[in-house]
């Protein structure tokens, strides 16, 4: 993937508002010059600060619009937003539905997760990889609005190393809450083993000093 630079293309204030009573106000800001092409977004949310905290979310159109109760994107998108309402930072918006396969691909993903497969192992037999996602664009967005050192609002030790192997500082990873249902137990749990995702499930299940 190509890793020169992005740049600065509009900036535009949307109010953002959300079923459960989460909103704030906004920047909404879109880049030239992203490697992969496509239309992703930063969210800019109060007064960021000289280190902001910054949350990576790859869209989930299930999750994040209608709601989705089989994955924890939606949750984990308002408590970003709400807790930045507050304190300020970024949100970076990606456009990488189904960690990076694709939104009709993730449905098929998700028929073979009801016939007994986790959401790994639904994406091997799909013949795709685990995590497709590729967070150079995220670090050039970054890059474009000045920041160079973050707290990062997450569980997922990815985001950290792709951020750091770019060049940029994460001082702390911050985790996000516990979205945890009946409905997607499964595929929470498949992110504490498979990728040593940082989620105390209940039960017990921690992956802090798992893989990473």
Do not use: W
């Amino acid at each position: 993937m190509n890793t020169g630079r992005a740049a600065v293309r509009t900036r535009v204030r949307i109010p953002l508002r959300f079923e459960d009573g989460t909103g704030a106000e906004a920047e909404a800001i879109t880049f030239t010059g992203l490697p992969d092409g496509l239309e992703h977004l930063v969210f800019v949310l109060g007064d960021p600060g000289p280190v902001p905290l910054v949350r990576l979310h790859s869209e989930c159109l299930t999750g994040d619009v209608f709601g989705s109760a089989r994955c924890d994107c939606g949750p984990q998108l308002r408590e970003a937003v709400g807790r930045m309402a507050g304190t300020g930072g970024y949100v970076v918006y990606l456009r990488q539905e189904g960690r990076g396969i694709g939104l009709y691909r993730k449905l098929d993903a998700y028929a073979l997760q009801d016939g007994g497969l986790d959401t790994y192992a639904a994406n091997h037999a799909l013949g795709l990889p685990e995590d497709a996602r590729d967070y150079t664009p995220a670090a050039q967005m970054l890059d474009a609005l000045g920041v160079r050192r973050l707290d990062l609002l997450t569980n997922n030790p990815d985001k950290v190393a792709q951020l750091e192997a770019y060049g940029l500082q994460v001082r702390e990873r911050v985790r996000t809450g516990v979205f945890a249902t009946e409905t997607n137990m499964r595929y929470l749990r498949a992110k504490v083993e498979h990728t040593g995702h940082s989620l105390n499930l209940p039960g017990g299940l921690d992956a802090a000093g798992l893989a990473g």
